[in-house]
């Protein structure tokens, strides 16, 4: 194939994929977090599974942010610097965008995401950076998430409505689906509708993903504001699409949707309560299996399962049968990495042999990232000469409350290695690189959200793929995963059986988590270590549906209604 026949092929894409974020690799500063994650494993399946598929997102030229731990535990941010032009090519076409009383140009930058068999799923960066453009104009699109209302109604106008247009302009004529991964996307659908004039059309090539079931999750303008950045552009049924009283983007991609999904079985019953008079199915999310495998695991997939399992997720339900032994040797490499990592950026030296518990996530209120300092003295005694802790994770540079959580876990960290010689290290600029690390690295993945505010989350399936145990609270994937296989792993607090579990305070789960951990994780780790590893498979077979093949393949049936067979059996 020439590579004029490998862009006519891609242009004949059938799906478009909109995402605020999408995170491409892990040096590439495009993504802030787990929606961005998720994006781009979405990206790379499909490039593997061969769908015809094209992604379209901002470039960032700040990024999201570095994060540096300053000597007294607050972080603190720096603008990244980088420079795209050797990660992604220039495409030659420029397009307007009329905000305000001006006219705004915005180019792209192209990004080709390549599966196993040379499948191309190309993805374009929207750009303002440019010189025709007014020196405001050209900050647009400079970091990812800005605080500020009018720099993000913005961002969300360039990526759904620059978005179409771009496709367009680069001869991208085929596409019966426009999906957008979270409401930021959803302007799209006014651009549609002032091509197509009718909500029937736009409805029918609208499909749409909800991530968040916490409302502040969800974008909501202020009609003022919408109003002076579309001025008399904005289609006369706005309101009626979007809310009366405030421009609602969740609710405007539910009115302009033909499909809408949830992405953790828990979270769709919570987002069809939320939205009662939508139809809202629920699509598991996944992770993409190769590029979350450490790789030692990597290997010892490959010589005991056979290579296929990069195509059929189901070979992992055969991890059972691998070899304890090997599956132990793997784990301590990837440990070994870890710590040699931490122990070059921080001065608490960690202890190959000690059990090591990790947590690393956005840090943020509902996460609860204080809660296994609950009670400090309790804490210290479990844990001294026991089990050793890494902890990471950015958060908002505008989230205050969150700022001072990371201050308060260096100060407990100073205190518990002063008075119990207990180490706990926190690690600077959570990134994919360093997610990769973590969670083949640890013995145990910690999560304790507070119930059901936990959309999916996805770095316990990257632990769990890894033989990494999940130590986590009944929410999102987990709900689902524990119920599997209850040996994958140790739930937090009370079943989603239990009907007062949503009103468990923060003490009665940090009561349950300490005694697991003295009772069950930590004897089993010194004392039974056959019995763990039997279950580090178990968690390996858990990812034989928690994988973004099967995901993809999903999206590919009931969303985009492409294709009954599954994708992976055209490839073997
Ligand atoms: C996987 C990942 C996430 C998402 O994990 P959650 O469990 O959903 O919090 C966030 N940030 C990074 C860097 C990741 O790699």
Not at 82 to 99: A, G, H, R, T, Y
Not at 365 to 375: I, M, N, Q, T, V
Not at 440 to 445: L, Y
């Amino acid at each position: 194939m020439t590579k004029q026949d490998a862009e006519n092929n891609q242009k004949s894409a059938k799906v478009a994929y909109f995402s605020m974020e999408i995170a491409l690799e892990g040096d590439v500063p495009t993504y802030s977090g787990g929606l961005g994650v998720l994006a781009g494993d979405t990206i790379r399946s499909a490039a593997d599974l061969q769908l015809p598929l094209v992604g379209i997102t901002l470039t960032y030229n700040a990024g999201y942010f570095y994060q540096m731990i300053a000597p007294d535990g607050r972080q603190v941010e720096r603008d990244i610097r980088w420079d795209f032009s050797s990660d992604f090519e220039k495409v030659d076409v420029k397009i307007k965008l009329d905000l305000q009383d001006k006219s705004l140009t915005v180019g792209a930058w192209r990004y080709d995401a390549i599966g196993r068999s040379g499948h191309v799923v190309p993805v374009y960066l929207l750009d303002t950076d440019l010189p025709e453009n007014e020196p405001w104009q050209r900050n647009l699109t400079r970091v990812l998430y800005d605080a500020s209302p009018f720099q993000r109604i913005v961002q969300e106008m360039i990526l759904g409505i620059c978005g179409v247009r771009m496709l367009k302009k680069l001869g991208y004529n085929e596409i019966n689906t426009f999906h957008m991964n979270e409401g930021h996307a959803a302007f799209l659908i006014f651009e549609l509708f002032d091509q197509y004039k009718k909500m029937e059309e736009v409805k029918k090539r609208c499909v749409f993903t909800t991530h968040t079931p916490v409302r502040a999750g969800h974008d909501q303008f202020e009609y003022s504001l919408v109003q002076d950045v579309f001025r008399d552009r904005l289609p006369a049924n706005a309101r009626d699409l979007a809310g009366k009283d405030l421009c609602n983007m969740t609710q405007l991609a539910l009115n302009g949707s033909r499909y809408a999904n949830a992405v953790a079985e828990k979270h769709g019953e919570i987002s069809r309560r939320m939205f009662p008079e939508y139809d809202i199915d629920h699509i598991t999310n996944g992770i993409h299996m190769s590029f979350w495998l450490s790789p030692y695991m990597h290997s010892l997939f490959d010589n005991e399962l056979g290579t296929a399992w990069h195509h059929d997720y189901h070979s992992l339900e055969g991890a059972l049968d691998l070899n304890s032994t090997e599956v132990w040797r793997a784990h301590q490499k990837s440990k070994y990495d870890l710590l040699d990592y931490e122990k070059s950026h921080s001065w608490v030296l960690l202890d190959e042999k000690m059990l090591t518990i990790g947590y690393a996530r956005r840090i943020t209120e509902y996460k609860r990232p204080l809660l296994l300092f609950s009670d400090l003295e309790r804490f210290a005694k479990i844990s001294a000469g026991k089990a050793q802790f890494i902890f990471a994770g950015k958060c908002h540079p505008a989230d205050n409350q969150a700022k001072s959580f990371i201050k308060n876990i260096n100060d407990f960290s100073d205190y518990l290695w002063n008075s119990y010689k207990v180490r706990v290290v926190f690690l600077g600029n959570y990134d994919m690189d360093l997610s990769k690390l973590m969670v083949s690295g640890v013995d145990v993945w910690l999560n304790n959200p507070r119930r059901y505010r936990e959309a999916s989350g996805t770095s316990g399936m990257k632990a769990a793929l890894n033989g990494v145990l999940n130590f986590s609270v009944l929410d999102g994937w987990w709900i689902e995963g524990y119920k599997m296989d209850p040996k994958a792993g140790w739930a937090i607090g009370p079943g989603t059986d239990d009907p007062d579990a949503e009103k468990k305070d923060d003490a009665s789960d940090a009561d349950d988590l300490y005694t697991k951990l003295q009772d069950e994780i930590i004897p089993i780790y010194r004392k039974n270590l056959d019995d763990w590893r039997e279950r580090m498979k178990h968690a390996i077979r858990l990812v034989s549906f928690f994988n973004t093949h099967r995901m993809v393949e999903q999206y590919a049936e009931k969303a985009y209604k492409l294709q009954k067979q599954p994708l992976w059996k055209s490839l073997l």
